[in-house]
């Protein structure tokens, strides 16, 4: 069967522990032209406070991506046929200087953004979101729906550095880069430095919807509001593995108990149905951590679930 687009080695053919190691076992590109969505690694965590080893997250979330198959068994999307996709790589980073490396992040999203193509990374840290961010909203400030136990909206760490994974959208607000009134973050929890350490998130319109809330409200009714929050207008989705509960993703670095479960990312995730998405990531996939890849491979789901959402956004644009 003749095929349009990049289509991934087939498990039936070539078993998934032989051949190249790509993101869904799809092509190695060197660029991303001629691509709908680009799926990208960023090797780095310089952005880490405490627990290192973010910098491992891509190369085992394309080991386990092995595991995808070629169709979503809900929604019947088959995204490599409707969709062009391929893997374009690392982004170039710099592990002993922190801000070149944000420097050299945002110039390789900047190259992959030009193309025309819709950047889905995997980190890395999620300090790394804000390089991105700066290539994708350049020209004016995206919305963003946020999976994770942290806001990640502190001021500074260890005297006045402003650059850690705990301060990523903090900065980029600041930067014009997000609009805070269409922001919301989801499965907030754990403990805080300072019983109004979110005062600030909140003070510029965030909405922050904490773990005991979803627990009473349910999915779907957090994901309504969601989207009217965002709106039709460009929206950014980040989703940190720490917001799955650390019984089922140990590996990354600041782990809260109370979290997600795996089937309830999976089903937030699939209610970004409708969702102008212009980028999209997962971070904080720290294998030095995990256990039996169990972290890496519910990364690699959550990478299959925001791809199969994203591709067929586009396919319906098409079909306008």
Known sequence: MAHKFNQPVDAADVPRFAGHSTFMRLPAVVTAEGLDIALVGIPWDGGTTNRAGARHGPREVRSQSSLMRRAHHVSGVAPFDIANVADVG???????????????????????????????????????????????????????????????????????????????????????????????????????????????????????????EFVRRGAASVMEEARSIVGSGRTYVSFDIDCIDPSMAPGTGTPEIGGFSTREAQELVRLLDGVNIVAADVVEVAPPFDLAGMTALAGATIMFELLCIMADMINKRRCV
């Open 90 to 212: 690392d982004l170039s980073v710099n592990p002993i200087n922190l801000l070149d490396g944000l420097a050299r992040i945002e110039a390789g999203m900047a190259e992959i953004v030009a193309t025309g193509a819709l950047p889905l990374s995997v980190g890395g840290d999620h300090l790394t979101t804000l390089p991105v961010m700066r290539a994708v909203a350049k020209d004016a400030p995206v919305g963003m729906i946020h999976f994770d136990a942290h806001s990640d909206t502190n001021d500074t760490y260890f005297g006045d550095n402003p650059f850690t994974h705990g301060t990523p959208f903090r900065r980029a607000i600041e930067e014009g880069l997000l609009d805070p009134k269409r922001v919301v973050q989801i499965g907030i929890r754990g403990s805080v430095y300072d019983p109004d350490e979110h005062g600030w998130a909140k003070a510029q319109g965030i909405r922050i919807i904490y773990m005991e």
